[in-house]
């Protein structure tokens, strides 16, 4: 199986990037073939942590993302991951219909997968609402209750945003969260979660039992993504 992973969420600051990360690194550990891509001009995050993974595309023009899905006609069974600027909807929207992306890769046997990540406010919640409106039943909705981002989701789960996308088979998982001086010390120093994990004597490396915290944080995360269609 291939998939075609937008990681979305439309606010800044829900982790977004770190999910994308979080998804190249599980991917990396389970022998799976990717390619990433960056719309973040303003960060560039993805493509700092995992350089010679993702690159930098423009999500405002048709050329700039007909670049994510080119890929896919020669290598079929890649993955490909893109991490989503906010407020990016709208023109994502337009090509994805006037490219009738949908059917092309439903032809292909391609899972097309809307990661939502959500920090536990209202406007997250409205948000995923406004996704599942804009594309119906087409692709499959991955739902991130990110809990670095947020400790009660109560409102998503009772929302009419949450019913939409039930009634469309939305996945949810929860992301844990990270202790904040770990991920802070490696972002910090554009380190990969393989490099945070392994590295035990560079100057930048963690101590024992912060590795040990990073790689519980890894199997939990990898244990959510081993429910979903990738």
Same mark, same amino acid.
Do not use: C
């Given at each position: ?21 979080l ?8 022998s799976?073939?990717?390619i ?10 993805? &493509?700092?942590?995992?350089e010679?993974?993702?690159s930098p595309?423009?999500?405002?023009t048709? #050329?700039?993302? $007909?670049? +994510?899905?080119?890929?896919? #006609?020669t290598?079929?069974q890649?993955?490909?991951i893109?991490?989503? *600027? ?11 219909? #006037?490219?009738?992306?949908?059917s ?11 990661w939502h ?7 997250s &919640?409205?948000l995923?609402? &406004?996704l599942?409106?804009t594309?119906?039943?087409?692709p499959n909705?991955? +739902?991130v ?8 989701f ?7 945003s949450? *019913?939409?996308?039930a009634?469309k088979?939305?996945? +949810? ?5 990270l202790?904040e *001086? ?7 120093h554009?380190?990969?979660?393989w490099?945070?994990?392994? $590295?035990?004597?560079?100057p ?5 039992? #912060?590795r ?11 244990? *959510?993504? $081993? &429910?979903?269609?990738l």
């Amino acid at each position: 199986m291939s998939s075609l992973n937008f990681i979305g969420g439309e606010k800044g600051g829900v982790g977004k990037s770190v999910t994308a990360r979080l998804l190249a690194q599980y991917f990396i550990d389970r022998s799976k073939p990717f390619i990433g891509f960056d719309t973040d001009r303003s960060h560039s995050s993805f &493509t700092r942590f995992y350089e010679g993974f993702a690159s930098p595309v423009v999500v405002d023009t048709f #050329e700039g993302m $007909d670049v +994510v899905v080119n890929g896919f #006609e020669t290598n079929p069974q890649q993955n490909v991951i893109v991490d989503l *600027a906010a407020q990016t909807l709208a023109p994502l929207a337009r090509w994805i219909n #006037e490219s009738d992306l949908f059917s092309v890769f439903a032809d292909m046997g391609v899972k097309v997968n809307f990661w939502h990540v959500m920090d536990d406010g209202k406007d997250s &919640t409205d948000l995923l609402g &406004t996704l599942v409106d804009t594309f119906g039943d087409k692709p499959n909705y991955i +739902v991130v209750q990110n809990y670095g981002r947020g400790s009660d989701f109560g409102m998503l789960l009772g929302s009419q945003s949450m *019913a939409k996308a039930a009634l469309k088979r939305a996945h +949810v998982i929860a992301l844990p969260r990270l202790y904040e *001086a770990s991920m802070r010390k490696i972002d910090a120093h554009n380190s990969s979660f393989w490099k945070a994990v392994n $590295d035990r004597e560079g100057p930048n490396a963690l101590g024992l039992l #912060e590795r040990q915290r990073v790689k519980s944080w890894l199997a939990t995360s990898y244990a *959510a993504f $081993d &429910t979903l269609p990738l």
